[in-house]
């Protein structure tokens, strides 16, 4: 939809790739979000370069260029004969999660002073979101 698509109707994580910003940077996104989400479980194997690619509708050196950067993050581990694997270290993926987690809190907040709102204010609007969303449950 506009810039952006999702890649082979594929959206339980979708592969939805915007023209506007670098693929490989989107794919380091997206893979850090199956990995901080448990998608992709401590010490698994991820699948191949080149499945992954074909999965995402990508060059693999795209794919291969985003590994090398979760490999130099550390949530990606080669292992010679076996592929790559998310590491086992959660205490470096829990930090990832709560960096992520951070910078959506800033954009959001940011976002709400933008339309006029302040901190406290955005505050209330998010708790009482969240207990319309118990009622309905």
Same mark, same amino acid.
């Given at each position: 939809? +506009? ?8 959206? &339980? ?11 490989? %940077? ?26 992954? %690619?074909?999965?995402?509708?990508? &060059?693999? &050196?795209?794919?291969?260029? %985003?590994?090398? !950067? =979760?490999?130099?993050? +550390? =949530? ?21 999660? !709560?960096?992520?987690?951070? !910078? ?13 709102? +302040? ?8 708790? &009482? ?9």
């Amino acid at each position: 939809v +506009g810039s952006e698509m999702c890649i082979r109707d594929r959206c &339980n994580m979708a592969w939805k790739l915007d023209n506007d910003r670098p693929i490989y %940077a989107q794919i380091v996104e997206k893979i850090k979000l199956r990995i901080i989400s448990g998608f992709y479980q401590p010490g698994s194997k991820l699948p191949s370069v080149r499945d992954l %690619a074909l999965e995402a509708g990508v &060059n693999p &050196n795209t794919m291969q260029k %985003a590994f090398a !950067e =979760l490999e130099n993050s +550390g =949530l990606l581990i080669t292992m010679r004969t076996s592929g790559r694997m998310v590491t086992e270290d959660e205490e470096r993926i829990s930090m990832v999660r !709560e960096t992520i987690s951070q !910078e959506k809190i800033d954009a959001f907040l940011q976002d709400m002073r933008e339309l006029g709102f +302040g901190p406290e204010q955005s505050f209330l609007l998010i708790k &009482n979101s969240v207990e319309q969303k118990r009622e309905e449950e």
